[in-house]
């Protein structure tokens, strides 16, 4: 809702918004300014700021019971062999993914969304 009101409110305005989240910026802000010890540090858009400073995207899956954790893995790493696992913890698998290799996502996302029900693939994104 408060996101709402604010993207409602901006046009012919300058709005001044402080947050910690880089996903809110990022949806909220024209331009984003990232701040260290109360200086800053560099301004720009979300993509320049993104090419500059950004490590990739991140791929998250959502194990449901009997998930098939080594064929997941083994087709994330062909389809994407810059890929590292991030974290995995609980329900819960997710890698960093470099910028350079989403021309591999439709071939790996129609293949996730195939297997999903055989694999045990709740959800991804």
């Not at 301004?43 to 995207?57: E, P, R």
């Not at 064929?71 to 389809?79: C, D, E, F, Q």
């Not at 129609?110 to 991804?124: G, H, I, K, N, P």
Request: charged share 25%.
């Amino acid at each position: 809702f408060t996101w709402n009101v604010i993207r409602r409110s901006t046009e012919g305005r300058v709005i001044l918004l402080t947050t910690h989240f880089m996903d809110e910026a990022d949806l909220l802000g024209d331009r984003i300014a990232i701040m260290t010890k109360g200086r800053l540090e560099c301004c720009g858009t979300s993509m320049y700021l993104k090419a500059l400073f950004g490590v990739g995207y991140q791929l998250t899956l959502e194990k449901g019971a009997g998930f098939a954790d080594v064929a997941v893995k083994n087709l994330i790493r062909a389809a994407l062999p810059e890929s590292r696992v991030l974290s995995e913890a609980g329900a819960e698998l997710a890698f960093q993914v470099p910028f350079s290799a989403s021309r591999a996502f439709p071939e790996l996302f129609r293949t996730l969304d195939a297997r999903a029900e055989d694999w045990s693939v709740a959800s991804y994104g």
